[in-house]
């Protein structure tokens, strides 16, 4: 038969228990404490990733608002050398024009050679409205020389249709005073015209030789693919 136990194997037991129970305690701290740590370090690693990707993304945004900022700025100066350039080059070209604009109030002076560009003129326009009855306007002090000029103009057209061609000249309305020469002729009561002043002439020049004009200055255009 067992006896029971006196107070001090009682307090050796009890002693037993706690150390027992703190073992199982501090056991079980460090198990939670590890697996905490492993946690930690997991979500850790993870808020790094993310952050590292979210870091790496915005600096390639940025890099590539730079190279956009960059290209822009490159295309407003390349732009902006082009249109200076153009208009240079137009300058030039209007200054060319003006020139041959002046050039023309020295056409008139040489009478005989002057003769016979209005007489090519009115026959050009003779070719154009092909009708037997044309008004002319001319300037007032070409009134004279142009009757002359007409004289042939109208020979040479009989010479080659066989046809004889009637030409009124204007003897109330003529070019205006700042005129620098030539003539218009007209048929059908005004309704079709031939604009065969010297102006007019150059304008049409302008039309028809630019691109020619263009490329003896400038040379082709850097752009230029395709030559016909």
């Given at each position: 038969m067992s006896r029971p136990l006196n107070d001090q194997e009682v307090l050796n037991?009890?002693?037993k228990m706690v150390a027992f129970i703190k073992q199982e305690a501090q056991e079980k701290a460090r198990e939670i404490k590890v697996k905490a740590d492993e946690e930690f370090n997991i979500e850790k690693a993870k808020l790094i990733r993310q952050e590292s990707i979210n870091i790496d993304t915005a600096f390639d945004r940025k890099v590539k608002q730079a190279d956009v900022q960059r290209r822009i700025a490159q295309s407003n100066v390349i732009n902006k050398s082009r249109l200076q350039l153009l208009a240079t080059r137009q300058q030039l070209l209007n200054d060319l024009f003006s020139e041959a604009t002046e050039h023309l109030k020295s056409v008139a002076k040489d009478k005989d050679s002057y003769q016979v560009l209005l007489k090519d003129l009115i026959l050009q326009g003779l070719y154009q409205l092909m009708d037997k009855k044309v008004h002319l306007i001319c300037r007032q002090e070409?009134?004279?020389i142009v009757e002359t000029a007409l004289k042939n103009a109208q020979q040479e057209y009989k010479n080659a249709f066989n046809t004889a061609v009637e030409i009124?000249?204007?003897r109330e309305e003529f070019l205006p005073k700042d005129s620098n020469g030539g003539v218009i002729?007209?048929?059908?009561?005004?309704?079709?015209?031939?604009h065969n002043t010297l102006e007019s002439r150059l304008e049409l020049l302008k039309d028809q030789m630019l691109p020619d004009i263009r490329y003896m200055l400038f040379g082709h255009s850097p752009s230029r693919k395709f030559f016909n």
């Open positions: 037991e009890m002693n070409d009134v004279s009124t000249i204007d002729l007209s048929s059908l009561e005004g309704r079709v015209k031939c």
